[in-house]
């Protein structure tokens, strides 16, 4: 079992920054690749970023590739969402959710692929 617990969240003016975190509780973090969801009301959840359980592979959503940074530090059991140049569309719930390690890059978008997820931080960007 591994419990996740975001923080972080808040309300930001657009072109704002905020620091997603998630820290993780329970088995042994580095078994596990890591990825921030997020979903707008009226939307399905969508993949925002994913690091491998080595922290050597990332990818982004394109919307927000050169804005948006995923990050992991194993000696805190954290993983990182550094959020700059924020816009009115980012605005969600964001989710850190944990899937075992390995797994096909194909499948990172799928919120099928993940077995834990944390209960969700708002991010309200406001124009």
């Known amino acids: 079992q591994v419990q996740l617990v975001e923080s972080g969240g808040g309300l930001v003016q657009a072109g704002g920054s905020l620091r997603l975190s998630c820290a993780a509780s329970?088995?042994?973090?580095?078994?596990?690749?890591m990825a921030w969801f997020r979903q707008a009301p009226g939307k399905e959840r969508g993949v925002v970023a994913f690091?491998?359980?080595?922290?050597?592979?990332?990818r982004y959503l394109d919307s927000v590739k050169g804005r948006f940074t995923i990050s992991r530090d194993s000696a805190k059991n954290t993983v990182y969402l550094q959020m700059n140049s924020l816009k009115p569309e980012d605005t969600a719930v964001y989710y850190c959710?944990?899937?075992?390690?390995?797994?096909?890059?194909?499948?990172?978008?799928?919120?099928?692929?993940?077995?834990?997820w944390g209960q969700g931080t708002q991010v309200t960007v406001s124009s």
């Open positions: 329970g088995r042994t973090f580095n078994n596990y690749a």
């Open positions: 690091v491998s359980s080595t922290g050597d592979t990332t």
């Open positions: 959710a944990a899937c075992p390690s390995p797994i096909f890059l194909l499948k990172i978008y799928s919120p099928g692929s993940y077995e834990y």
